[in-house]
């Protein structure tokens, strides 16, 4: 089985512009979440997607925003970047059991 | 937010048994994962304690006191291979939480 993949897997930005990550989860599995990971940090929730339905969301300004498609695959933009989301961002599949299969993430440099 | 908090490196010799605690403050906790994250890579799921009690996989070991809001991570015969940071996480039901910043392991030969 194919694990989760994510691209693109590095992105470098400027201040005030949008990026969109995308995330295909592992086949079958309908549950996306995302998280930011900054250096010396925890893992922070972003929001979660479960049929094509934002079922949980953290603590982000609306700047980040998030949708799935029918085929699971899952989509985070962010809008008007700031120097501040600079990080590694990480998606995470999971079958609705409490294990989440990772991708690689996505590296954002926002200069 | 609420976060779990774990001590930011710990240092061990190969062969050697090293436990990582990770303690918490807040109501309606429902478990415990461990994730095991090498450098550069995506965090890899090692365990999860949905009740009180040690659970076991073969070398790691992962323990939850939710009357003391405490959990550990026990890794035993270190191997090299070991060296990652090690983060402990709430269930996908305590999404609000912030997970541990992670625990470096450091082993020497």
């Known amino acids: 089985k194919a694990g989760v993949t994510q691209t693109p897997r590095y992105l470098i930005k400027t201040r005030g512009q949008q990026v969109t990550l995308s995330c295909s989860p592992i086949?079958?599995?309908?549950?996306v979440s995302w998280y930011q990971q900054t250096p010396g940090q925890g893992l922070q929730f972003l929001f979660e997607?479960?049929?094509?339905?934002?079922?949980n969301k953290g603590n982000f300004p609306g700047r980040f925003s998030g949708r799935q498609f029918s085929n699971s695959r899952s989509e985070m933009n962010v809008s008007t970047l700031e120097l501040g989301d600079s990080a590694l961002y990480l998606c995470a599949s999971s079958s609705g059991l409490n294990e989440q299969f990772f991708g690689p993430g996505t590296r954002l440099t926002v200069l | 937010g609420q976060s779990l908090e774990q001590p930011s490196e710990v240092t061990a010799v190969e062969g050697a048994i090293v436990q990582i605690n990770c303690t918490y403050q807040?109501?309606?906790?429902?478990?415990l994962s461990w994730y095991q994250q090498h450098d550069g890579g995506a965090p890899t799921f090692l365990s999860y304690n949905a009740l009180d009690g040690l659970e076991e996989t073969g070398r790691f070991s992962s323990f939850l006191s939710r009357s003391d809001s405490y959990g550990y991570l026990l890794l035993q015969e270190l191997q090299m291979k070991d060296s990652a940071s090690y983060f402990c996480a709430p269930p996908p039901s305590n999404y609000q939480l912030i997970w541990g910043a992670g625990t470096k392991l450091i082993i020497k030969p």
């Open positions: 086949s079958g599995h309908r549950s």
């Open positions: 997607y479960f049929s094509e339905t934002q079922r």
């Open positions: 807040t109501s309606g906790f429902y478990g």
